[in-house]
């Protein structure tokens, strides 16, 4: 864990979805708080055969991206490289990492995925809020709250139903 001390303030880092509301965010927190955006899911079930990882390409399952045999678990690969080196650099200078995903079951599986890319070492907060306010922010920051299970589970059965059946 980062070292930490009495004069300077707890840097932390909030990842949202969108560049836009991370720049609307920002104003709204202090300097010691650096917004970053996912750009949405930086993960997902692999779209092509060039994705797969090599040591996985001789597994006939993998076209699907879910291991069927398996109880359907699924394949993920890192689909926006770039980002996640982005949120990495961010985080190797935070004392605590804020996810701040839309809550819904899409935004909870993208903190999740984030949570799993990056496996911080600093405390993890998940922060919600329906409104880009300074109020609600500020309510967001003091009512934090852990990824919720269920949601992601939720996401997680839907993709992959729709690899396995279609959209």
Known sequence: MPAHSAERPLRRLVI?????KANTIRRFLPDDYVVAASMGHIRDLPQSAGQIPDRLRDQPWTRLGIDVDRQFEPLYVVTKPEVVRELK?????ADELLIATDEDREGEAIGWH??????PSV???????????????????EDTREVDVDLVEAQETRRILDRLVGY
Not at 89 to 93: A, F, I, K, V
């Open 16 to 20: 949202v979805e969108s560049p836009t």
């Open 123 to 141: 405390p993890v907060r998940r922060m919600v809020f329906h409104e880009i306010t300074e109020n609600a922010i500020a309510h967001a920051l």
């Open 114 to 119: 984030i949570l799993q890319v990056l496996e």
């Open 89 to 93: 650099g961010h985080l190797r200078n």
